[in-house]
């Protein structure tokens, strides 16, 4: 079957660094996605990987390794407002989108 | 620009009763999927839209019907609703499904089945 893990929650400190992982197994992959998901919003776009190596957008991170299964979101200077759950998506051979359940974060001042 | 419209935000339902979730995008997609989401799962794919007149099932789609009469709107429907579909559902859409292909969301829909 298929299946992506993440971890359930996190915390984290205010001006701090979190990183978010997530491992998959998935029938072929065609890129991967992190959203982010406020509670009681939609989930909105935050990276897309799909070569080997690191994505940098702004405070935002994400990194892919294809042959290890393997991708994490790196946050720096968190700030209050990036509580919020961060869901992890693999698109499989059928380029259909696979979710993780998502990680809480909760950021402490 | 509005992006995804869904409607109702919340709704109450009876065991047995019938009622239909509006999905509305005005960015001429072509793709358009509806997913339910519970506490401690992933998205779950119900079906999905690529076209105008054209609907296919996801992974979870027993008990839901859809329709795609026009290429703005994806209607999913509960025939006989169950407790086990409360749930929150999203509508989505995207231009394509290659590449850097980004899903805009609805802001959801709170279906509760006592």
């Known amino acids: 079957g298929q299946n992506i893990d993440q971890p359930t929650e996190m915390t984290a400190t205010e001006g701090a660094i979190v990183q978010i992982n997530c491992t998959y197994q998935t029938s072929g992959f065609n890129g991967l996605f992190w959203y982010q998901q406020h509670a009681g919003e939609a989930p909105t776009f935050l990276s897309y990987n799909v070569l080997d190596g690191l994505e940098e957008k702004g405070r935002f991170s994400s990194f892919l390794s294809r042959s290890k299964g393997y991708s994490y979101l790196l946050l720096k200077e968190l700030q209050m407002k990036d509580s919020a759950s961060y869901l992890c998506?693999?698109?499989?051979?059928?380029?259909?989108?696979?979710w993780g359940a998502g990680t809480k974060l909760i950021i402490k001042p | 620009n509005a992006g995804v419209t869904q409607t109702p935000k919340f709704r109450v339902l009876k065991t047995g009763q019938s009622m239909t979730l509006l999905c509305a995008q005005d960015?001429?997609?072509?793709?358009m999927y509806w997913y339910r989401q519970d506490p401690g799962m992933g998205l779950r794919l119900i079906h999905y839209?690529?076209?105008?007149?054209?609907?296919a099932k996801g992974e979870v789609p027993d008990g839901y019907n859809v329709s795609r009469l026009k290429k703005q709107n994806f209607l999913l429907g509960l025939e006989s609703a169950a407790p086990s579909q409360t749930s929150v559902y999203f509508c989505?859409?995207?231009?394509?499904?290659?590449?850097?292909?980004?899903?805009?969301f609805g802001a959801g829909s709170r279906l509760t089945v006592l």
């Open positions: 839209s690529v076209g105008e007149g054209t609907t």
């Open positions: 960015m001429n997609h072509e793709y």
């Open positions: 998506a693999v698109r499989d051979s059928n380029y259909q989108l696979i």
């Open positions: 989505a859409s995207s231009p394509t499904v290659s590449g850097a292909n980004v899903l805009t």
